[in-house]
């Protein structure tokens, strides 16, 4: 595989955080406007997410670490609202971590340290 070509997956999960991030900040836009609580760091947290998903397609290494810790982030906030809702995230965390870090996608990133 070329360094030059990104992993599918990362390509799902880049997608599936910009997708996150976008939806979620038109979504949440008018708690924002209420001016309700939290509704800055709600926003703040979506739009984190579409920044990762650009850097995940731009193939920044930091963009991976970053993708984990937005996603531990949300295993704790919702171990605080339900263990399903906690498992479900700690799922998603580990499905993103072996796809961010296999060593296709590891290729792939490391590309831009060679440059």
């Known amino acids: 595989m070329s360094t030059n070509k990104r992993p599918l997956p990362v390509i799902i999960i880049a997608l599936l955080y910009l997708a996150v991030g976008i939806i979620g900040f038109v979504y949440h836009f008018?708690?924002?406007?209420?001016?309700?609580?939290?509704?800055?760091?709600?926003?703040?947290?979506?739009l984190l997410a579409a920044v990762i998903g650009v850097f995940?397609?731009?193939?920044?290494?930091?963009?991976?670490?970053?993708?984990?810790?937005?996603?531990?982030?949300?295993?704790?906030?919702?171990?605080?609202?339900?263990y399903g809702q906690a498992a479900m995230h700690l799922a998603f965390l580990a499905l993103i971590a072996w796809a961010l870090f296999a060593p296709a996608a590891g290729r792939y990133f490391g590309k831009r340290a060679e440059a």
């Open 30 to 46: 008018r708690s924002l406007l209420a001016w309700q609580q939290d509704s800055v760091w709600v926003e703040a947290t979506e």
């Open 56 to 82: 995940l397609l731009r193939g920044h290494n930091w963009a991976r670490w970053l993708a984990l810790a937005w996603m531990a982030f949300h295993v704790v906030l919702s171990a605080f609202d339900s």
